[in-house]
């Protein structure tokens, strides 16, 4: 696995890549060091698809890109897998309450199941778990913090 930085507007994010897909993107700082201790790290930026990660992350942090078009292998369970689909079916600038992913997706009674889920996605910002919001719209739960997912969504309120 090759990973690199990327010094996002909110912090570093850390990106992973393996077999010619992304499988991982979080905040540094929530990553385990000892989870990456056996991955290279690509200083010369000789990775392409970590470089075009990049690129794509700047020019979403810029207002200029709406969705993410990389190759992506998520690891996970089939409900995970389900859930993490249907967070890249929420429009930019849009919301979901994780009771309403939990419909969307054909498992009603699962709201605090898609929660779980959704605190697990590897990707993060490239699939978008920051848009699922409480029932009654506000913004909770976050891997990267409350006030990272708050910046997020209003950033793309203002750029729709």
């Not at 470089?51 to 190759?71: I, M, N, S, V």
């Not at 249907?86 to 979901?96: A, K």
């Not at 309403?100 to 054909?106: E, N, P, V």
Request: some cysteine; hydrophobic content about 40%.
């Amino acid at each position: 696995m090759h990973f690199c930085h990327y010094p996002s507007p909110l912090g570093k994010l850390l990106i992973g890549e393996s077999g010619n897909a992304i499988v991982y993107c979080q905040w540094e700082d929530s990553v385990d060091e000892r989870f990456i201790a056996t991955w290279e790290e690509d200083k010369e930026q000789q990775n392409a698809l970590l470089t075009l990660a990049c690129r794509q992350l700047t020019e979403y942090f810029a207002g200029k890109r709406k969705a993410f078009d990389l190759p992506i292998r998520l690891n996970g369970t089939p409900f995970q897998q389900i859930v993490w689909k249907g967070l890249q079916q929420i429009p930019y600038g849009e919301t979901l309450s994780y009771a309403g992913l939990a419909r969307q997706i054909g498992r009603e009674k699962a709201a605090r199941a898609v929660g779980n889920a959704n605190n697990h996605n590897p990707l993060m910002i490239i699939i978008p778990c920051h848009r699922i919001v409480a029932s009654n719209g506000e913004i909770s739960g976050y891997a990267g913090g409350i006030a990272r997912k708050a910046w997020l969504l209003e950033k793309e309120k203002g750029n729709e």
